[in-house]
T-cell receptor, first 108, second 116 residues
């Protein structure tokens, strides 16, 4: 089992819709979780960090963490074409452990 | 947030030459920095962990004599690709660990290396 798993996609949503990205992990001891966005040919950009169970909102983005079920998700409200990118889930355990990313396409 | 810079942003060199890439944390001190490599349409691959004042820790399969890492100050880490060959052509990205809650890494913009 991979340490961090994501659906590779592509996930396609219409403009204005909610995009839901999911990630599961295997290490129950993980405490820090991150969502990064990576545009093609660019380096990753931090979107959200979350450390406690529950929801954390920042603008159009909401991260959700459930440690008992070992999943973390990212919701993007009012999706825009500029949100089209690869979204990487990561957890920190002496180093960042990455998922392979989910490709999101927001269609105008 | 936090700002991490890399220089150069792209470099083209001849096979057999060495290339140095700098990574700087501009508005915070980073005792730990990381170097990644990413090939087209592939995921990020961690090459090594760079700790200020001590030797870098390399991931399995990464040649430490080929990829020299120096972290001489709390704001600067360098990666030197020695005797570069075409197969070393890739996108090299550094990140810096910002102290505080959550061990958050901030990434530099990356350096695109093309070895002819």
């Amino acid at each position: 089992q991979k340490e961090v798993e994501q659906n590779s996609g592509p996930l396609s949503v219409p403009e204005g819709a909610i995009a839901s990205l999911n990630c599961t992990y295997s290490d129950r001891g993980s405490q820090s979780f991150f969502w990064y966005r990576q545009y093609s040919g660019k380096s990753p950009e931090l979107i959200m960090s979350i450390y406690s169970n529950g929801d954390k909102e920042d603008g159009r983005f909401t991260a959700q963490l459930n440690k008992a079920s070992q999943y973390v998700s990212l919701l993007i409200r009012d999706s825009q074409p500029s949100d089209s990118a690869t979204y990487l889930c990561a957890l920190y355990n002496r180093k960042l452990i990455w998922g392979l990313g989910t490709s999101l396409a927001v269609n105008p | 947030g936090a700002v991490v810079s890399q220089h150069p942003s792209w470099v083209i060199c001849k096979s057999g030459t060495s290339v140095k890439i700098e990574c700087r944390s501009l508005d915070f001190q980073a005792t730990t920095m990381f170097w990644y490599r990413q090939f087209p349409k592939q995921s990020l691959m961690l090459m090594a962990t760079s700790n200020e004042g001590s030797k870098a820790t390399y991931e399995q399969g990464v040649e430490k004599d080929k990829f020299l890492i120096n972290h001489a100050s709390l704001t600067l880490s360098t990666l030197t690709v020695t005797s570069a060959h075409p197969e070393d052509s890739s996108f090299y990205i550094c990140s810096a660990l910002k102290p505080g809650l959550g061990e958050t890494q901030y990434f530099g913009p990356g350096t695109r290396l093309l070895v002819l």
